[in-house]
Structures are given as C-alpha cells and as structure tokens.
C-alpha cells in the first residue's frame, strides 16, 4: 500500500481502535530498537493495556505518520487519539502527574491498574 491517503485511512483506524498505541520498530513481544523497548517498557508500568505497530520496515507508513504528526522519530505515542510524541516527551509528564490524568481521562470506566514493578 503506497497510497498516502489509504495509508492515512489505515493509521487513523488503527489510533481509534487502540486507546494506547505505539508506532514504533518491532513489536510489543520483540522490540527492535531501544527506544522502542523504553517505550514499551514506560507503558508497562502503568497496567493500561497498550498495542505496539511495528513500521520499522514499512517506509510508506513511517513517512506518512511523520507528516501527519510532525515528529521525524520512532516511536510515537497516541493516547485517546492523541499524538504526544515519546517517552521524552512523556516521562516529565508522568513526574508532573499530567500523563496520569490523561490515562485516567483515556480509560473513563475503568479504575486505574496496580503499576507493574518488573524485576527482571
């Protein structure tokens, strides 16, 4: 698929159906760069349930996502629809307690999760 406007489509299916969800290189189970480990791993901790589209190797995808959200990098991060960039952009969010509230704001019906401590 190498329709700008198919693709679009694609992406804004794809950020509508998920509450969280990461475009980054790999997947969730294996992530194939670091920053999309940190990513994954940022998400973990807070017990909401995320999805990670790997387009390490789908130039097309990656391309439009960058006019779309004006970031040139992997990952990005959209929350309820939303882009916010990374987990730079992210973690002084979470330390101010502004990415709490829009967790909580993105999953209404739902108490927040026990964070995930992982002791690997």
């Not at 693709?7 to 992530?31: C, F, M, N, S, W």
């Not at 995320?50 to 995808?61: A, Q, S």
């Not at 040139?72 to 990374?86: C, E, H, N, Q, R």
């Amino acid at each position: 698929m190498s329709d700008p406007a198919a693709i679009r489509k694609q992406i804004d299916a794809e950020v509508a159906e998920h509450r969280i969800l990461v475009y980054g290189k790999g997947t969730k189970e294996v992530p194939r760069c670091g920053f999309t480990l940190e990513t994954i791993g940022f998400f973990q901790r807070f017990g909401y349930p995320f999805e990670v589209v790997d387009v390490l190797e789908d130039m097309p995808k990656r391309e439009v996502l960058a006019q779309m959200t004006d970031w040139p990098t992997l990952p990005k991060v959209f929350i309820a629809g939303k882009f916010y960039g990374d987990t730079d952009i992210l973690a002084p969010m979470d330390e101010s307690g502004e990415l709490a509230q829009i967790l909580k704001e993105a999953f209404p019906n739902q108490p927040a999760p026990s964070p995930v401590i992982n002791l690997r």
